[in-house]
């Protein structure tokens, strides 16, 4: 009996290391560079002025050949922009947003103003995000909702590719949930994000949770030293300016500038914390380079700027 006894314990922990690697070795598969540099190139693109974009001419836009049917908009009283379109050679549809590129678009960033959470008839009770962001997606998403299923009804078997930069990766975070509820195409439904701030409070990423995590292709890729990813502060919460934490699914970059990129980790946060061992062990010293902030992939975020260079 004793040796039963031993037999099947030893038996059980097998089971349970095998269930944890499958798990890891499932979660790492997920994340695939591929699609994170097209992401990034995306990103790069939604940089570009609205005519470039609408009419694929700009410096990224070779790269994707077959983008077609692009719509574009831009809210000019906020600064925010972003654009949808169907790409033939990966059967996908686009929907990107650019990043801050001028005062406006920093006063949107600086909004830290939380408000409530209902976008699209979302039901989240106790949900407060980053108000200056939500209403950025709001207004791009209302001048281009209607064009984004328009393609979803041409293309019901495409994937969705939701992405941004920056400001963009803030407003990509708040479409990708819409994405997913609404959007009735039966292809996989992604978000590759790079150097997104911080959305909402906790009551807010548990609910992402459960929408989104079921399509588990939802990544926010961080660089060691990009002091964008660690607003807005989680100090915030004791002087009252709402609880912040980041929605799980970290892919976190030690060295952005190293090609090819191996250097970096799937981290473990979860709907309550985040890993302290990604981003969030950034010594406040190495946040000085925005450097860290505008290149991803050892890709220069921006229209103009060429790969590898950054401004």
């Known amino acids: 009996q004793f040796l039963y006894f031993i037999a099947m314990r030893l038996t059980a922990i097998l089971f349970a290391v095998a269930a944890v690697a499958l798990a890891a070795s499932h979660v790492a598969a997920d994340f695939n560079m591929t699609t994170a540099i097209r992401g990034v190139y995306y990103s790069k693109v939604a940089y570009c002025p609205a005519s470039y974009i609408a009419t694929w001419d700009c410096n990224a836009c070779p790269k994707f050949p077959k983008m077609t049917n692009v719509s574009v908009h831009i809210d000019t009283d906020r600064d925010v922009q972003g654009f949808v379109g ?111 701030p911080r959305l909402g409070n906790p009551a807010f990423v548990a609910w992402l949770e459960k929408t989104i995590e079921p399509h588990k292709e939802h990544f926010r890729c961080t660089n060691f030293g990009d002091p964008i990813v660690h607003l807005a502060p989680e100090i915030f919460g004791p002087f009252g300016l709402g609880k912040w934490l980041h929605e799980p699914r970290e892919v976190f970059f030690t060295n952005p500038f190293q090609p090819p990129q191996t250097d970096y980790r799937i981290c473990n946060g979860n709907a309550t914390r985040e890993d302290p061992t990604c981003a969030d062990s950034t010594p406040i010293w190495d946040m000085l380079s925005f450097r860290n902030h505008t290149t991803y992939l050892d890709i220069g975020l921006g229209c103009f700027l060429l790969d590898g260079k950054y401004g």
């Open 86 to 196: 169907y790409n033939g050679a990966f059967d996908e549809i686009v929907f990107a947003f650019r990043g801050t590129v001028n005062l406006q678009g920093w006063v949107v960033d600086a909004d830290f103003l939380q408000t409530n959470y209902t976008s699209r008839g979302a039901d989240c009770p106790g949900c407060r995000v980053h108000q200056g962001l939500y209403w950025g997606y709001q207004r791009v998403a209302d001048a281009l909702w209607n064009d984004l299923m328009a393609l979803a009804q041409a293309h019901p078997t495409a994937n969705v590719f939701v992405t941004g930069h920056s400001m963009g990766a803030g407003l990509a975070g708040f479409a990708f949930p819409d994405v997913v509820r609404l959007v009735p195409t039966t292809g996989r439904k992604f978000l590759y994000n790079y150097g997104s």
